[in-house]
């Protein structure tokens, strides 16, 4: 069951059992002259008379507890479970974190239209956000570029680049501060993905001269603005981006000038992430909340069975 139908779902049940609650304490007032009159089950009729009312009480009942789910999870903090790795190294498959549904607007949970304006995402905020080619589907990405940036991403460095506000000339600003630490190599070794697997996430003509090897992932820690996070790397690509360079030809860059009420977003992982590179811009309507916490972690790989917990993970999400 996607987010999408769950939402839905709770929607009925909370509309139904508030339905239900609100005849039975009208049926309570009515007859609360009377309350004193115990009356008991007799015969068959009466049988499923009582079985009836006491099924309709009990779902009535829970009524307050389904509004307050309701109010909390459309409103406040939805949980989420991240399924693939695509925002590694700071989040992980198995992680199951707390989205703040309220920091960027207090939206209508069946349509996503805002209903009362709270804020806007900043670069370097984690979000979850509905897909744009597929809104039944919810993805998490780190905001990198905001409305009206000049967002640029060297595919040889793998470093970002980002010009705010740039159609503005009245305010322009000179490039934001982007900074990078040093290359840390201490991670396991691991067989490059087959050529069309990695094609469909580099989408380069570049990816001819790959090979399969042994390469390295390598992590760095990114510092956009005044956010810094890590970001994952596969440096086994920098070989053939760097002979081509020395061979004359320009370095592979791609630019991106991002439109107004709209944001471009990236994985953390890097080489792996299905994102605005490669499917656009996310709408601000489309912006589902910030991903503030880490509540629980099992030890998984993607599409396996967990296989313990990570407690050491449980806490907020940098």
Known sequence: MTAHTFIIVLAIATSISGLIW??????????????????????????????????????????????????????????FQIPSGSM??????????????????????????TLIETGHP????????????????DYIKRVIGLPGDLVSYNLLSKTLSIQPDFMNTKHYKSLLKVTYS????????????????????????????FRTEDHRLVTRIET???VKHGILLFNGAWKNFRSYSQNGVAEPKMTWLVPENMY???????????????WGFVPENNLVGKATAIWMSF???EGKFPTGLRLGRIGIIH
């Open 88 to 113: 590694m190294p700071t989040l992980l498959p198995g992680d199951f974190i707390l989205v703040q549904k309220y920091s960027y607007g207090l939206k209508n949970p069946m349509t996503q239209r």
């Open 22 to 79: 609100c005849l039975t304490a009208a049926k309570r007032m009515v007859v609360k002259d009377n309350a004193h009159v115990m009356q008991y089950p007799v015969g068959n009729v009466t049988t499923i008379s009582y079985r009836l009312k006491s099924c309709v009480e009990g779902i009535a009942s829970i009524f307050p507890v389904l509004l307050l789910i309701f109010i909390v999870r459309s409103f406040g903090y939805e949980p």
């Open 122 to 137: 900043h670069r370097g905020d984690i979000v979850v956000f509905k897909y744009p080619k597929d809104n039944t589907q």
């Open 182 to 209: 040093d290359v840390n190599t201490d991670h396991q070794r691991f067989i490059t993905p087959n050529k069309e697997e990695f094609k469909d996430n580099i989408k380069h003509e570049l990816i001819e001269e």
């Open 224 to 226: 956009l603005d005044s």
């Open 264 to 278: 471009f977003m990236m994985g953390d992982n890097r080489d792996n992430s299905s994102d605005s590179r490669y």
């Open 299 to 301: 030890d998984k790989k």
